[in-house]
């Protein structure tokens, strides 16, 4: 009896409006049942732990991610390496910890997450890493990212990343660490295309 007698309400409504009144009416209606599927969404999980292989730590890293106001969160990793230059054969160590920033979409359903977000490469090395030529090396990068996760209904999921970041050519140069790959230069900018493999638990 309710439902019909507000379906009559917005007839009647509709036919005394203009349609330029109509026209908001909608538009005020569009608005406000996404904001309910907004809400409906906000109940997704506020944390989530996840090791990563590659990705901006570059080898592998421990990561936590905090949902921050939906649809944003933040993300913070460490990780470690240890590789040797092939020309001076001097062994050098590398602690990195990235630090970034994402939106989330989610696709039909919560079991499929896209992020998007901009990160900062934060590195601790000794030996000659960023090009400088202190013994001890502390430098920042940025980058980029876009990754996919698909969650399975107890909380476990599985990430795939592009992660891509800019500076440091002495990994790549000869002798560097990363020699399986040329890195793209454009305008005299180094860009380096990377990837990411993950596997964590929301909470």
Not at 135 to 154: A, M, Q
Request: with cysteine; aromatic share 14%.
């Amino acid at each position: 009896m309710k439902i019909t007698t507000t379906v009559h309400w917005f007839i009647s409504t509709s036919r005394a409006l203009s349609p330029v009144d109509v026209k908001k009416l909608l538009l005020i209606l569009l608005i406000a049942s996404t904001s309910i599927i907004c809400i409906a969404q906000r109940s997704v999980p506020a944390q989530a732990v996840y090791v990563e292989l590659a990705g901006h730590a570059l080898t592998y890293s421990i990561n936590y991610q905090r949902r921050l106001s939906y649809p944003w969160s933040a993300r913070v990793g460490i990780g470690y390496m240890r590789f040797q230059e092939s020309e001076t054969n001097k062994e050098l160590s590398l602690l990195s910890a990235p630090l970034d920033f994402r939106y989330s979409i989610y696709l039909n359903n919560t079991h499929h997450e896209v992020d998007f977000g901009v990160v900062l490469q934060m590195l601790y090395g000794n030996g000659d890493i960023s090009s400088s030529s202190n013994e001890h090396d502390f430098f920042l990068n940025p980058g980029l990212v876009v990754s996919y996760n698909y969650i399975f209904t107890k909380g476990v999921f599985l990430q795939a990343s592009f992660t891509p970041f800019f500076g440091t050519t002495s990994l790549t140069n000869d002798g560097g660490y990363f020699t399986l790959y040329d890195p793209l230069v454009i305008n005299g900018t180094t860009i380096h295309l990377w990837l990411g493999l993950g596997v964590g638990y929301q909470f």
